[in-house]
C-alpha cells in the first residue's frame, strides 16, 4: 500500500521556536509538495519539488522554507513560528508529469498550534 | 484571482437523496479535472477525475459532469450515504512544460442528514 506519511499528528510549538515538519514518501514519486489547510481558504501551496535540492514557492511561502536532500523525503521549516502559522499542514506527492487523471496522494496531515 | 470556485462553503442533504457539489473555473487550458474527499484531521483522498474533452464521467454512487462552454463542473453522489459527509475539494490540472500542477477550489462541506 503505497503511502506518504507525515512524521507528526499534532504539534504544540511556541512562538519564535524553529519547527521541523517531516514528509516521506515510498513510491519513488518525483513531485512533492507542502500545502496548508485553513477553512474557507482552501489548500494553499507553500512550497514544492520537483527533484532532489531542487524547490519552487508556490502562493504562500513567506515564513517558510524547504529542504529536499532524498528523493523519498521533503521537509517544511518555520524559521520562527507565529500564531499566525497555526494550520493542518499537508504534504503531498505525485509522478513527474504523470497523466494528471491520477493527481495527488497526500499523507494524514500535522496540525500545529503555535501558542 | 481565483481561477478554481467552489461558491457552497456548505451543503446539507438528506440520507438516500442526490449530493450535487458545484465547481467553476477560469481558465480554459485546464485538461483534468478532479474531485477528492477530506475527512477531519485525515489528509485528502482522491475520488474521480475528468478529462476535458470528456463530458462525463461515472464511477459508482459517483458521477462528475464537465461543461466546458460554461466552464462548470459538477460533482453527483446517488443515493448520499452518511460516510459521504465530509469536505469535498475540487481541483483543476494545469499543464506546466512536462509537468502539472493541481489548482484548487476553496471546499465544500457536505453533511448528510439522517
Known amino acids: 500500500d503505497v503511502k506518504v506519511t507525515q512524521s507528526s499528528r499534532y504539534l504544540v510549538k511556541r512562538t519564535g521556536e524553529k519547527v521541523f515538519l517531516e514528509c516521506v514518501q515510498d513510491?519513488?514519486?518525483?513531485?512533492m509538495f507542502w500545502y496548508r489547510q485553513d477553512p474557507g481558504l482552501g489548500l494553499r501551496l507553500i512550497y514544492f519539488?520537483?527533484?532532489?535540492?531542487?524547490?519552487e514557492k508556490g502562493d504562500i511561502p513567506e515564513g517558510y522554507s524547504v529542504s529536499r536532500e532524498k528523493k523519498e523525503r521533503f521537509s517544511l521549516i518555520l524559521e520562527s513560528a507565529s500564531t499566525n502559522q497555526t494550520s493542518m499542514y499537508l504534504c503531498?506527492?505525485?509522478?513527474?508529469?504523470?497523466?494528471?487523471?491520477?493527481?495527488?496522494?497526500f499523507g494524514s496531515g500535522t496540525r500545529l498550534t503555535v501558542v | 484571482d481565483q481561477q478554481v470556485k467552489q461558491n457552497s462553503p456548505s451543503l446539507s442533504v438528506q440520507e438516500g437523496r442526490i449530493s450535487i457539489l458545484n465547481c467553476d473555473y477560469t481558465?480554459?487550458?485546464?485538461?483534468?479535472f478532479l474531485w477528492y474527499k477530506k475527512y477531519p484531521a485525515e489528509g485528502p483522498t482522491f475520488l474521480i477525475s475528468?478529462?476535458?474533452i470528456k463530458d462525463k464521467n461515472e464511477d459508482g454512487r459517483f458521477t462528475v459532469f464537465l461543461n466546458k462552454s460554461a466552464k462548470h463542473l459538477s460533482l453527483h453522489i446517488v443515493p448520499s450515504q452518511p460516510g459521504d459527509s465530509a469536505v469535498y475539494f475540487c481541483?483543476?490540472?494545469?499543464?506546466?512544460?512536462?509537468?502539472?500542477?493541481?489548482?484548487w477550489g476553496a471546499g465544500t462541506k457536505l453533511i448528510i442528514k439522517p
Open positions: 503531498a506527492s505525485s509522478i513527474l508529469g504523470q497523466p494528471s487523471q491520477y493527481g495527488y496522494t
Open positions: 513510491m519513488d514519486h518525483e513531485n
Open positions: 519539488s520537483y527533484d532532489v535540492k531542487m524547490k
Open positions: 481558465n480554459s487550458m485546464f485538461d483534468y
Open positions: 475528468i478529462s476535458s
Open positions: 481541483a483543476a490540472s494545469a499543464p506546466m512544460d512536462s509537468n502539472y500542477q493541481l489548482i
